[in-house]
């Protein structure tokens, strides 16, 4: 799948986030490495930090079904209008670095630009047992 095709999935999972607090939906996909794909998105909570990130909930939800290593995750964002792309917070690249993260898309709303990141990139000197 090319990069827009998984934004676009992104913003499509972004659509079924439950963000009363934030008002700010994310979409992901995760793509693992026998080329399935599974989509998540930002699950908030009245007590804020038992909230999931959109990354977090795809990643998790490939994992319970057996994915051990996650070739590409893409995320988008699909409210804020000032936001250029929905870069992974500090807490969900330590989650990619479990599964061998190769390759994060980011997005934002409709007709954004696309970047592309190694989980290197955005992890660098990661903590790994
Ligand atoms: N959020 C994500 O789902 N992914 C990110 O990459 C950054 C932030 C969510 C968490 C919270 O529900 C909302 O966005 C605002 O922080």
Redesign the pocket.
């Known amino acids: 799948m090319t990069p827009e095709e998984l934004i676009d999935i992104a913003r499509g999972a972004a659509g079924n986030a439950y963000?009363p607090y934030?008002n700010?939906r994310?979409g992901a996909v995760v793509v693992g490495a026998n080329g399935e794909t599974f989509v998540g998105a930002?699950i908030?909570n009245a007590s804020y930090p038992v909230?999931s990130?959109?990354?977090a909930t795809a990643i998790n939800t490939a994992a319970a079904q057996g994915v051990r290593k996650i070739d590409v995750v893409a995320?988008a964002c699909i409210d804020a209008d000032d936001v250029d792309a929905?870069?992974?917070?500090g807490r969900?690249r330590q989650i990619m670095s479990e599964f061998d993260v190769d390759t994060i898309y980011v997005g934002a709303r409709a007709g954004s630009e696309i970047r592309e990141h190694t989980l290197d990139e955005l992890l660098p000197h990661r903590f790994k047992l």
Do not use: L, M, T, W
Not at 86 to 89: G, L, T
């Open positions: 963000a934030s700010f994310v930002n908030e909230s990130c959109a990354e995320v929905a870069y992974p917070c969900c």
